[in-house]
């Protein structure tokens, strides 16, 4: 069984997200891509950890990439703390010191910034933990069960 790219990603953000989880992974998180947010925003990644800390990733593949989308404080109230991830032919310079910023390619990453902590509410932590958690598991039910056309939570 094998999870497609959804078709809005270039190659080299899939890439760059490839990077960043198995970055991730090593600091002890699990992530899921496209999450969708309760302000309608979807987040690239979102990574949680065992003790519930809530990371967004938000993967800028090159300077256009970056300069066409301007929602990225709108992810700020979703999460503990709040990164860019991008390549080492982007310039890190226009990215905000108000985030992280990881550097990556298709096999691993680097944080070269770390974004500094917001301490989510306890109610809007566990609703993000619940749409991690429900993106989730319809994901894995999609890949058991590829014929199915029913509609979950």
Not at 14 to 27: C, Y
Not at 36 to 47: E, K, Q, T
Not at 56 to 67: L, N, P, Y
């Amino acid at each position: 069984m094998e999870l497609q790219p959804d078709g809005r990603q270039s190659e080299t953000a899939l890439r760059i997200a490839r990077g960043v989880r198995r970055h991730l992974v090593r600091l002890g998180f699990a992530s899921l891509p496209e999450v969708p947010l309760r302000s309608g925003r979807r987040a690239d990644l979102l990574a949680v950890n065992g003790r519930g800390d809530i990371w967004i990733i938000e993967i800028k593949s090159s300077v256009a990439d970056f300069r066409a989308d301007s929602k990225w404080p709108d992810y700020l109230s979703h999460c503990d703390r709040f990164y860019f991830a991008t390549t080492l032919e982007v310039p890190t310079e226009i990215f905000p010191d108000a985030a992280g910023l990881i550097i990556a390619d298709a096999f691993g990453a680097e944080t070269i910034r770390e974004a500094p902590p917001q301490p989510l509410a306890g109610a809007t932590r566990k609703e993000v933990l619940i749409r991690f958690g429900l993106s989730g598991a319809a994901r894995l039910h999609a890949l058991a069960d590829p014929e199915w056309t029913g509609h979950g939570p």
